[in-house]
């Protein structure tokens, strides 16, 4: 049925000029990346990738149990407090052991959300989703460092919104 489509003689027409589109947009890109590689920050540091450099001393964590505002509403909120010598493996959650809906009331713990406890597809289940098992995959403790670049991060009540109830 090739033969009869009546678009093909139009698709034939524009193949060159598609052509030369698709290649300008390739050089665009590939220009706009080069901009952009040189403006992304270098993360690592002056030391060349392969060389050998003494570790930096481990940062000191905030542990002082206050629960931070998240910086938009589905990030992982972070870990408050210490876990030093928590157990976190396929034997032992020692996370669960505070933060699972049954243990709350005498952990005092925040219960992890509902969402850790449903499958990717959305079916509930009695016991926390395999997929939320290992905490620190989402949540980290929060380091008391200086920013690696510049962050010029907005909260999104900043932007010149009217807050509710402020009447
Ligand atoms: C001994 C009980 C206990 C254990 C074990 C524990 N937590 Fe907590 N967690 C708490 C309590 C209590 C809070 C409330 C803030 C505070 O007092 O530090 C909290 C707060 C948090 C928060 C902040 C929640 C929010 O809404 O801001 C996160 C995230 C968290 N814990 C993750 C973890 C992870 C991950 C582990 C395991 C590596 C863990 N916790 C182990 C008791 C515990
Ligand atoms: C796949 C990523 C992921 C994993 C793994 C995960 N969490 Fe979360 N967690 C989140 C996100 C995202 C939120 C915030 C939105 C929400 O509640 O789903 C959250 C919220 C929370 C909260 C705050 C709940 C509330 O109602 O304020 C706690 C406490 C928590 N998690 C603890 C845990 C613990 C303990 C584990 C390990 C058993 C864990 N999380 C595993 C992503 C994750």
């Known amino acids: 049925m090739r033969g009869q489509d009546p678009s093909r003689g139009l698709i034939r027409d524009s193949g060159g ?3 030369a589109l698709v290649g300008l947009v390739f050089v665009a890109t590939a220009a706009g990346g080069q901009m952009l590689q ?12 392969m060389a050998v450099i003494g570790a930096a001393p481990l940062p000191r964590w905030v542990v002082d149990d206050q629960r931070r505002m998240r910086a938009y509403p ?3 909120p972070i870990i408050p407090h210490s876990i030093e010598g928590y157990e976190l493996s396929v034997n ?3 996370c669960l052991s505070c933060h699972k809906r049954e243990f709350t009331q005498d ?8 969402t850790h406890y449903m499958t990717r597809d959305g079916q509930m289940l009695a016991d ?3 997929r939320r098992y290992f905490c620190t995959a989402c949540h980290v403790p929060q380091a008391d460092t200086r920013n690696l670049v510049v962050n010029k991060f907005k909260d999104m009540s900043e932007l010149g919104i009217k807050p509710a109830g402020s009447e």
């Open 92 to 94: 032992a959650n020692r």
């Open 74 to 76: 589905d990030q992982p």
């Open 17 to 19: 000029r598609l052509f």
């Open 128 to 130: 926390v989703s395999p």
């Open 107 to 114: 952990s005092g713990a925040p219960m992890i959300s509902v």
């Open 38 to 49: 040189q403006e992304v920050p270098q993360l690592e540091g002056p030391t060349p990738s």
